[in-house]
């Protein structure tokens, strides 16, 4: 009632395939780069830093596990540490899962306001 035959069969036809690539291309491109400067870039940057971290670490060295146990670093080897969590008891712990190795002078936050 609304469109004529002639309209109707030309909306159904095949679209021309050069077209719509040239079209396509700059927007999938700015998609990609958007992608890469937001997502990939800065998990690349924070898995650098952590590979730093793990390379610096030393003996003695108060370690934040992935699992959110403190410890203090007592021997390293290429692939695990060992971590002594209370007084006499040694974890062994692969280094990948430390999260955070935290330095001498950091001040621990008060549990209680002294008033």
Same mark, same amino acid.
């Not at 040239?22 to 924070?46: H, N």
């Given at each position: 009632?609304? !469109?004529? +035959?002639?309209f109707a069969?030309?909306? =159904?036809?095949?679209?021309? !395939?050069? =077209? ?6 700059? $927007? ?10 937001? $997502?990939?870039? +800065? ?11 793990? !390379?610096?670490?030393?003996? &003695? ?9 403190? =410890? ?17 008891? &040694? ?7 430390i999260a ?6 950091? *001040?621990? *936050?008060?549990?209680? !306001?002294?008033?």
């Open positions: 009632m609304f !469109a004529t +035959p002639a069969q030309a909306a =159904g036809a095949a679209p021309a !395939a050069g =077209g719509d690539l040239l079209t396509m291309l700059p $927007m999938m491109l700015v998609l990609f780069g958007a992608m890469y400067f937001f $997502m990939i870039r +800065p998990q690349s940057q924070r898995a650098k830093q952590h590979k730093a971290m793990l !390379a610096g670490l030393k003996r &003695n060295d108060t370690v934040v596990l992935s699992s959110g146990l403190i =410890g203090k670093v007592t021997r390293i080897e290429d692939a695990e540490i060992m971590v002594e969590v209370a007084t006499g008891v &040694n974890v062994r712990v692969v280094k990948a899962m955070e190795v935290r330095v001498k002078g950091e *001040p621990a *936050p008060a549990n209680d !306001a002294k008033s």
